[in-house]
Nanobody, 119 residues
Framework: QVQLVESGGGLVQPGGSLKLSCAAS????????IGWFRQAPGKGREKVSC???????DYADSVKGRFTISRDNAKNTVYLQMNSLKPEDTGIYYC?????????????WGQGTQVTVSS
């Protein structure tokens, strides 16, 4: 059974950092792309970053230079290091499994972890 479990969210002040984790099980992580998405209150879900199975990475313009995605296939985990956080980064962060970063659909989703950036 495929499972994706996010953790690491919380409340942080503007300018602070958080590191999110996406623990995967039930499939071979190395064979799939994993994307991080977020949904702010009252807005649609947007893709923040993605790590493909061939090692390529992509980022939304709004997070370039501040967020870093990485994966450890041996630990079946994908990470999202978030630095210089801004209030507009607030939202529920989800990880999702895809065949390719550039192409929906997302096959499976985690339950999400809340990130709140506020003073």
């Amino acid at each position: 059974q495929v499972q994706l479990v996010e953790s690491g969210g919380g409340l942080v002040q503007p300018g602070g950092s958080l590191k999110l984790s996406c623990a995967a099980s039930g499939f071979t992580l190395a064979d799939y792309a994993i994307g991080w998405f977020r949904q702010a209150p009252g807005k649609g879900r947007e893709k923040v970053s993605c790590s493909s199975s061939d090692g390529s990475l992509d980022y939304a313009d709004s997070v370039k230079g501040r967020f870093t995605i990485s994966r450890d296939n041996a630990k079946n985990t994908v990470y999202l290091q978030m630095n210089s956080l801004k209030p507009e980064d607030t939202g529920i962060y989800y990880c999702a499994k895809r065949y390719f970063c550039a192409s929906p659909p997302s096959l499976d989703w985690g339950q999400g972890t809340q990130v709140t950036v506020s003073s």
